[in-house]
T-cell receptor, first 114, second 113 residues
Framework: AQSVTQLDSQVPVFEEAPVELRCNYSSSVSVYLFWYVQYPNQGLQLLLKYLSGSTLVKGINGFEAEFNKSQTSFHLRKPSVHISDTAEYFCAVSKDTGGFKTIFGAGTRLFVKA | DGGITQSPKYLFRKEGQNVTLSCEQNLNHDAMYWYRQDPGQGLRLIYY???????QKGDIAEGYSVSREKKESFPLTVTSAQKNPTAFYLC????????????FGSGTRLTVV
C-alpha cells in the first residue's frame, strides 16, 4: 500500500524568501505524484504532477517539484514567495495502474509573512 | 466553464437527521469521489465511483451513503449513524485512473447543531 508523509505541518517564511515543502512517499509499485494547494474555505487545486520523464516538474504560480526515486521524495519549491501563497499544500500519490484511489498527505500550512 | 459544483456551501444538521450534499460536474469525467477533511488530518476518502451505477467504499464509509444514477451527479447522504459528522466535505472528479489528477469542488461545511 502507498503512504504519503509531509514532514512539516507548518512552514512560516518571509515574503520574497525561498521555500521548500517536503514530501516523502512509500510504495511497492510505480506511482504518480501530485501537489495540490487549498486556500481557506475552498477546494483543492492541482499545482503540478509527475507522471514520468524529467524529474523536475514545473507547475502553476511559479512552483516546481523534484522527483527523487532513490529518496522516495517529491519536495515542492518556490524561489520567492508572495503573501498570496499563504495556503495549505497537499502532496498526493496514486498508483500507475488500477489507481482510482489517491492517497493524500496531512498537509503543510505555508504562512508567508510581510 | 467546466467544473464541479457543490451545494450548499454551509449546512446545519440537527442530531438524528439525515442530510444530503449535492455534487454535480460538467467535465464529462468518469470517476467521482467524496472526501472528508478535518483539521490536521488531511483528506479521508468516504466513497468513490468509477462509472454510473457503481461505487465503492473508501476508508471511512460508515454512516454515509451515495448514489451514482447519472454521470454528472454523485450526491452524498450523511446519515444519523454518523456519530461525528461536523467536517468539511469535498467532492472531486477525474477523467479516469490516477494519472490525470483530480478536479475539486469548493466544498460543503457541515455543522451539527
Amino acid at each position: 500500500a502507498q503512504s504519503v508523509t509531509q514532514l512539516d505541518s507548518q512552514v512560516p517564511v518571509f515574503e520574497e524568501a525561498p521555500v521548500e515543502l517536503r514530501c516523502n512517499y512509500s510504495s511497492s509499485v510505480s506511482v504518480y505524484l501530485f501537489w495540490y494547494v487549498q486556500y481557506p474555505n475552498q477546494g483543492l487545486q492541482l499545482l503540478l504532477k509527475y507522471l514520468s520523464g524529467s524529474t523536475l516538474v514545473k507547475g502553476i504560480n511559479g512552483f516546481e517539484a523534484e522527483f527523487n526515486k532513490s529518496q522516495t521524495s517529491f519536495h515542492l519549491r518556490k524561489p520567492s514567495v508572495h503573501i498570496s501563497d499563504t495556503a495549505e499544500y497537499f502532496c498526493a500519490v496514486s498508483k500507475d495502474t488500477g489507481g482510482f484511489k489517491t492517497i493524500f498527505g496531512a498537509g503543510t500550512r505555508l504562512f508567508v509573512k510581510a | 466553464d467546466g467544473g464541479i459544483t457543490q451545494s450548499p456551501k454551509y449546512l446545519f444538521r440537527k442530531e438524528g437527521q439525515n442530510v444530503t450534499l449535492s455534487c454535480e460536474q460538467n467535465l464529462n469525467h468518469d470517476a467521482m469521489y467524496w472526501y472528508r477533511q478535518d483539521p490536521g488530518q488531511g483528506l479521508r476518502l468516504i466513497y468513490y465511483s468509477q462509472i454510473v451505477n457503481d461505487f465503492q467504499k473508501g476508508d471511512i464509509a460508515e454512516g454515509y451513503s451515495v448514489s451514482r444514477e447519472k454521470k454528472e451527479s454523485f450526491p452524498l447522504t450523511v446519515t444519523s449513524a454518523q456519530k461525528n459528522p461536523t467536517a468539511f466535505y469535498l467532492c472531486a472528479s477525474s477523467r479516469g485512473e490516477g494519472t490525470w489528477g483530480y478536479t475539486f469542488g469548493s466544498g460543503t461545511r457541515l455543522t451539527v447543531v
